[in-house]
């Protein structure tokens, strides 16, 4: 910190004023009032009774989108055009490293309900322990395993014999994604899903080190595979749900089972297609603008970190969702 | 471009496209003060209801929405976004910053909050009404049971939260890369050191509430069962991450408050802050002891008993760093040349009634005696001596304190500290009898009691209404003084004031710093 000069402080960019905070704002707010009305139409609403929700929704998402652009391309022409001082540059870097961080414990609440429900609700449910007093009362016949291949509700014979009141019918799967169900190692997706993203981690590196060199073509290429790993792992996971859905009986309503799975697979797979189109971004700007520096290059950077958390990510959901 | 020499915008552009630390501050400190008027007519709403045993004046469920909203509002809407709007004044001039990190996000985090609770209060009116599981919606009540409003209210939520993270983002990126040469941490002053550790804890647990609320969400909409037992869930689950996030987030209430009481009383009692290395040791260990004690919230839903003693033994563990500050505070006074002006005394009620908070936190503590306080009065009282005595106080505090070098004029001394003895007197009406109507056991959140409650009952309703009342003095005097206060000549303001705010211009010019200022190597601490 001590490093810090006197004139790094004088320039540091403070824009006058904006447009973009309440055009986000508009644009935020439309669309999560859009989107709890289409769920609220679809749980509670009337069947056929059409209603606007819709259309806000999407405008809302038009708005927020279009507003997001020009924002970060206001930001980037700002530094193309000088004005970002080496301080300012360390605030986007501080800036993303803590968004990760926000991000990961965003995932922590989700393993953290896998591991409290495989270690300690599954067994109570079963009636183990002290926790599992009231197995005989309302789960009678209820085993554990996991993956869950038995609801609690399916053990006692569907929802009409079931004491407590819940909020409707959990048909488990009748195969899973485990490996032992699949029917040759090399049909098992998740296994070229894990190949496939680790690989990209490694190339986004390569390319990184391409643009250090000052080797554009390096950089272009390595980055542009990168995107294209990650486009085959969204297919790829796009084609394994599909496979749930129509072979597997596995479905967001199978139980926690199929909630765990899909939450944590799907948010992953979210923030995979999240990261494809930020690193297509950088490469497009790199590719079209020339953008990048071998100095300065934080859109690419931060971009890659992000890549390599969601990486990160995957290397945990491979060991507790697909393999033990 | 990039001017920064010329003054603030003319008209409504200047509050909607600002990018200025000082006038997203103000905003911040105005909404929070609407939204604590709000959700105090929802409390008055409470009070009036519980006058009198029987049924009053409201439905039992329009009851539930009272008690659900007031404690939403009032955490998410007063108490957490009129710290973030003193954040936002006092950081970038406590360390001699032209302005917060990211300015443009900066004002962002602000203006998602006020449509959230737009949407928030417009559910009263939506069909089934408002959510009434409580501020802690615990599921099924907020799942298997939940209306239309529930929907509405995840994503307020998530509005919240998206706000408080960038936020403080925001925060952390000032803090670390914007203080002026020679500003070291362990020099920093401990409002900025407070908060920059409740930055760091609401970027570790808002997320993991948007994880809760997503669950819910897909609980109630995509046939998940997260929480419910019937599919293998179990609605505890909701109660464990619901107090991961909100154990540290009693703290994100309470730290900025710690650090506004660190400012004052040392320029009341004429003395340097007592204990300043400790006191920044005492918030990291409460900091990191808050991510593990969250199931002291749920000592009666039959965890196991290792489980009740492991979170009994290290919640009884921050009473410790909670005392070495009450120590530190009151040390500083000792012996000090000590004057009682508003702010002093709204910090000396908080020292009072914050200890006392504490020591019925450490009654909660013991999870044996709280299975008979456990959702009682008792608990209300508990957390109403730490919040409202706690934080909110602090917060006044703050104000008085801060005001005639925000607007370069002085409050009424003697209607703020009217203010402060309305306020003292009214809130123990209100409260301290909630200790033994809770012990006797009367429970939380049920709009009649038996009739040996009724005399403290309406003691309290009697002190909450005067309580409430006090508060538009306080707004009264805030007014008046940015109306027509008297000019205050000197740019520290208080004699005993330390720190690189009171050396700016009396008002605040509109940018300060744009030159880091010297600091003195000799300054120890400021
Ligand atoms: C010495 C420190 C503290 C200890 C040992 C402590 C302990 C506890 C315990 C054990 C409970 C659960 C009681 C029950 O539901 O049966 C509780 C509730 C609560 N505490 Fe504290 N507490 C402390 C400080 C604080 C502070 C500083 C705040 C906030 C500023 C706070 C806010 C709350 C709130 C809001 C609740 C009630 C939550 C609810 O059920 O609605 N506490 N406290
Ligand atoms: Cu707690």
Redesign the pocket.
């Known amino acids: 910190m001590t490093a810090q000069t006197s004139t790094a402080h004088e320039n540091y960019y403070v824009p006058e004023k904006s447009k973009m905070a309440v055009m986000a704002t508009i644009g935020l707010v439309l669309s999560v009032f859009g989107a709890a009305n289409v769920m609220n139409d679809m749980t509670f609403g009337e069947p056929g009774v059409s209603s606007n929700s819709k259309f806000i929704m999407y405008t809302g998402l038009a708005v927020f989108g279009a507003t997001l652009f020009a924002w970060f391309r206001q930001a980037i022409r700002e530094n193309l055009a000088g004005m970002n001082s080496a301080q300012l540059k360390k605030s986007y870097v501080l800036g993303m490293g803590w968004f990760i961080f926000s991000e990961v414990m965003f995932f922590a609440a989700f393993f953290g309900a896998l591991f409290y429900v495989r270690n300690l609700v599954g067994p109570w449910l079963a009636g183990e322990g002290d926790g599992g007093r009231m197995n005989h009362l309302l789960w009678e016949g209820f085993q554990f395993s996991w993956p869950m291949m038995q609801t609690p509700q399916e053990a006692v014979g569907g929802a009409g014999s079931q004491l407590i009141a819940n909020n409707g019918t959990f048909t488990s799967a009748h195969k899973s994604m485990a490996f032992a169900e699949a029917s040759a190692w090399y049909l098992w997706l998740p296994l070229w899903n894990t190949l496939i993203l680790l690989s990209s981690s490694v190339t986004v590196h390569i390319a990184h080190m391409g643009l250090l060199d000052n080797n554009r073509r390096k950089f272009n290429l390595w980055l542009g595979l990168t995107v294209f790993l990650g486009v085959v792992f969204v297919c790829l996971q796009a084609l394994e749900y599909y496979e749930a859905y129509a072979h597997f009986g596995l479905t967001l309503n199978s139980g926690i089972y199929g909630s765990t799975f899909f939450m944590l697979t799907g948010f992953h797979g979210f923030h995979v297609l999240m990261g494809t189109f930020m690193l297509a971004v950088q490469l497009y700007r790199s590719v079209r603008g020339g953008h990048f520096t071998a100095n300065d290059h934080f859109g690419f950077e931060g971009s890659s970190w992000y890549w390599h958390f969601v990486d990160v990510v995957w290397v945990f959901l491979f060991l507790f969702i697909y393999i033990l | 471009m990039g001017d920064h020499h010329h003054g603030p915008a003319k008209g409504l552009s200047r509050w909607l496209f600002t990018t200025n630390h000082k006038d997203i501050g103000t905003m911040y400190l105005w909404f929070s003060f609407a939204m604590f008027l709000l959700g105090g007519t929802f409390a008055m709403i409470i009070r009036a209801e519980l006058f009198q045993p029987g049924m009053q004046l409201v439905e039992p469920a329009f009851f539930n929405q009272m008690t659900t909203l007031h404690?939403l509002v009032m955490v998410f809407g007063a108490i957490m976004p009129s710290f973030v709007g003193l954040a936002n004044w006092l950081i970038p001039m406590m360390i001699g910053a032209p302005d917060m990190a990211l300015p443009r996000l900066n004002n962002w985090s602000f203006w998602i909050l006020p449509p959230a609770f737009l949407l928030l209060a417009s559910t009263l009116f939506m069909e089934g009404g408002a959510p009434a599981a409580?501020?802690?919606f615990y599921a099924p009540l907020s799942t298997t049971y939940a209306g239309p409003s529930v929907t509405i209210f995840i994503f307020c939520i998530h509005i919240l939260g998206v706000s408080s993270i960038m936020g403080s983002i925001n925060i952390i990126a000032t803090v670390m890369n914007m203080r002026a040469p020679g500003m070291s941490y362990m020099k920093m002053p401990l409002f900025v050191w407070t908060w920059l550790i409740t930055a760091f804890l609401l970027v570790a647990v808002m997320p993991v509430l948007a994880g809760a609320v997503t669950m819910m969400l897909m609980d109630v909409h995509f046939g998940t069962s997260f929480f419910s037992a019937a599919g293998g869930g179990d609605p505890v689950l909701f109660q464990h991450i619901f107090w991961f996030f909100?154990h540290p987030e009693?703290?994100i209430?309470?730290l900025p408050a710690f650090g506004v009481v660190s400012q004052i009383i040392p320029a009341f009692s004429r003395k340097p802050l007592f204990g300043y290395d400790s006191m920044v040791y005492a918030t990291a260990a409460i900091a990191f002891l808050s991510f593990i004690v969250w199931a002291?919230?749920m000592?009666t839903v039959g965890m196991p008993v290792a489980g009740e003693l492991f979170f009994m033994y290290a919640?009884?563990l921050?009473?410790v760093p909670?005392g070495v500050k009450v120590f530190n505070w009151i040390t500083t006074m000792w012996r000090g040349a000590l004057t009682f002006e508003t702010p002093m005394l709204f910090c000396i009620g908080f020292l009072v009634l914050f200890t006392i908070?504490?020591f019925t936190?450490?009654m909660?503590?013991i999870a044996p005696a709280?299975f008979q306080?456990?959702?009682s009065y008792f608990?209300v009282a508990?957390?109403h001596y730490?919040?409202v005595a706690?934080?909110v106080f602090s917060m006044t505090a703050a104000v008085y304190f801060w005001l005639p070098k925000w607007c370069g004029k002085m409050y009424n001394e003697t209607m703020g500290k009217t203010h402060f003895w309305i306020s003292f007197i009214a809130f123990n009406v209100t409260f301290f009898p909630q200790h033994f109507v809770g012990l006797a056991g009367m429970p939380r959140r049920i709009p009649d009691y038996s009739l040996q409650f009724a005399d403290f009952n309406m003691m309290s309703s009697i002190g909450a209404f005067v309580y409430g009342a006090s508060q538009l003095l306080f707004l009264y005097n805030v007014i008046a003084t940015i109306v027509a206060g008297k000019p205050v000549s000197d740019d520290k303001v208080w004699d005993g004031a330390e720190g690189l705010e009171w050396t700016v211009a009396t008002p605040a010019p509109y940018h300060t710093f744009e030159v880091p200022p010297k600091i003195d190597p000799a300054h120890a601490h400021f």
């Open positions: 404690g409580g501020w802690t909100g009693v703290y209430i309470i002291h919230h000592y919640t009884m921050i009473a909670t908070g504490g936190g450490l909660l503590s709280d306080y456990h959702d608990v508990h957390f730490v919040m706690g934080a």
